[in-house]
């Protein structure tokens, strides 16, 4: 009603107004600290960047899962160098374990299996492993997220 | 004038006792419709298992500590050395799978016999929400104990959460409080386990009782021609149907002690994050969700698959809205019928599916190693052990 609009508000309607603005503003500033503090804080885990232990002692081939920030790596000596793959598989989350016969991960839960790097070759994960960065300084081995 | 007098004229001085008592009087000896049986006790049942679920929770509460270091721990100490521990831990475990199948039946009867169609559709939605809830104190009392199955359960469960459209990711983090499962998510499912569950329950079981009392139990009679109930034909609430319950209650404490004794849970081995055990499957009440999971792939497949998972809550929830058809009867419903045995058979067909999944079976004399989807491999008889040739 085009009428109504130009009618200045009774001073009930406004008073309706305001009480209703400031329930919701109220409202508003009680719950945004509310989820604010649901939010999960600072990443837990360790440091970003992690030295692999006793890499210099792995043979050719061989595998081991560490723990870089809050993932799982695993970290595979070629005899190339170092690779470094997340070890969390991209389908439903479980770890993948290294399998120095078949040079592949292998994925407990659901049988798939990725190559040496990280590619899918069977089962259902739609995405490859990411890789990790690997830096060898002198005999040390340090990885980090890309 | 004696002490009892004494009290009751206190309270009659202060307040309307004699309404307080026609309440009572009302509802305790309400007239249920005549042919109310054994059937209609599985209401009763859920609700002595949510009561007997708070109890052993409580007790449990005593010695627990939900923290990565000490909840597995806690738990060996329970079942070890605190006397009847073992018990009330048995009893709580076993008593989450009994009541999620108890809310199950008690559905399956109300959909079958129409009892969700006018005036009580409300209740049925109430109910729908009483089943979901229940299913989450499962899946949140699941990790509790820190064993690696709970662990990598729980992993994969809440992986399953980012592939929702937009928010998945988010979603993720916020269940588990970061991004892997960790201490920040057993204080999550903790918390929401002991205190957010059991009142939120507890108010909807109020909502879903004081609904189910307004409108009375429902007959087989057609919508909104149902025969007024004559009290002298109705069946007193107490003490017949009563009755029924407490045998109900002194039968299900028999089932849970045996069931506690004859084949008790096991604490398994403390969660290792940095360690995938083989062969992780949820509890039997996620199991269709878990197979049906499966066949969706890719990217747009996930989308599919979550999709997939919540129609049936969503048709659940809508159903008394969706079918308005006047029968109640189920031999005068075949379609509404059809569809909830379709639904049912479905359901426990994805689950059997699911539960042979990646195991090997043996049907008509031949083994075969079921593959992740569920189909049969024969494995051929090289690497047979010995299958009975006739
Ligand atoms: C209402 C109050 C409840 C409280 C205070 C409570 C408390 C607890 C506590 C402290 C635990 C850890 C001890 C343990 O794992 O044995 C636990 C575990 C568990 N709860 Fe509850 N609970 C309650 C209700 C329920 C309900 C209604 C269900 C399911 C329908 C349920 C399902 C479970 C399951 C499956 C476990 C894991 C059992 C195990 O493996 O030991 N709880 N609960
Ligand atoms: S979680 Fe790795 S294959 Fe499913």
Known sequence: MPNDMNKPPSRRGFLDLILALGTFITTVAVAIPGLMYLWPAAKGGGPDKVEVEGASNMAPGQGKTIQVGSQAVVVVRHRGGFKAYSAVCTHLGCLVKWEQSSKSFLCPCHAAVFDENGKVVSGPPPAPLPEFVVKEIGDKVFVSAA | ?390
Request: glycine fraction near 8%; include cysteine; charged fraction near 15%.
């Open chain 2, 1 to 390: 004038m004696g002490l009892g007098k004494s009290v009751k004229q206190f309270f009659d001085d202060r307040f309307d006792t004699k309404l307080a008592a026609e309440l009572f009087t009302k509802q305790a000896f309400k007239r249920l419709p005549p042919r109310t049986g054994w059937l209609h006790v599985f209401g009763s049942l859920s609700l002595l298992l949510f009561i007997s679920q708070t109890i052993t929770g409580i007790m449990l509460l005593i010695y627990y500590r939900p923290t990565p270091e000490a909840a597995h721990k806690s738990i060996q100490y329970i079942t070890a050395e605190v006397q009847f521990g073992w018990m009330y831990r048995q009893i709580h475990a076993w008593g989450a799978s009994v009541m999620i199948m108890a809310v199950i039946i008690h559905m399956i009867r109300t959909f079958f016999m129409g009892s969700y169609k006018k005036p009580r559709e409300l209740t049925w939605v109430t109910g729908v929400i009483l089943f979901i809830l229940t299913i989450t104190f499962g899946f949140t009392g699941y990790l509790l104990p820190w064993n690696q199955i709970a662990f990598w359960a729980t992993t994969v469960g809440t992986e399953s959460a980012n592939k929702v459209p937009v928010i998945g990711d988010w979603l993720q983090y916020f269940l588990r409080g970061g991004d892997a499962v960790t201490g920040e998510t057993l204080s999550r499912f903790f918390v929401v386990h002991v205190i957010i569950l059991p009142w939120a329950l507890t108010g909807v079981i109020a909502v879903h009782l004081f609904l189910m009392r307004l409108n009375n139990l429902a007959t087989l009679e057609r919508v909104d021609e149902e025969v007024p109930l004559k009290p002298e034909h109705g069946i007193p609430f107490f003490p017949v149907h009563v009755t029924k319950e407490g045998v109900v209650a002194v039968l299900l404490l028999a089932v849970l002690v045996t069931l506690a004794v004859v084949y008790p849970w096991e604490i398994g081995e403390p969660a290792n994050p940095l360690e995938t055990p083989p062969h992780i499957k949820p509890e039997w009440y996620f199991l269709p969700s878990y197979q049906l999971l499966k066949y969706f792939e890719g990217t747009y497949g996930a989308l599919m698959g979550i999709i997939g998972c919540s129609v049936p809550f969503v048709l659940l929830l809508l159903w008394p809205f969706l079918d308005r058809g006047k029968e109640r009867h189920p031999k005068k419903r075949p379609l509404a019928v059809g569809f909830g045995l379709f639904g049912l058979l479905g359901a426990m067909f994805l689950g059997y599916l699911g539960h042979i999944s990646e195991t090997e079976q043996t049907f008509f004399g031949k083994r075969y190693h079921i593959t992740l989807k569920g189909w049969p491999v024969p494995l051929d008889d090289a690497t047979d052990e010995a299958p009975p040739k006739h």
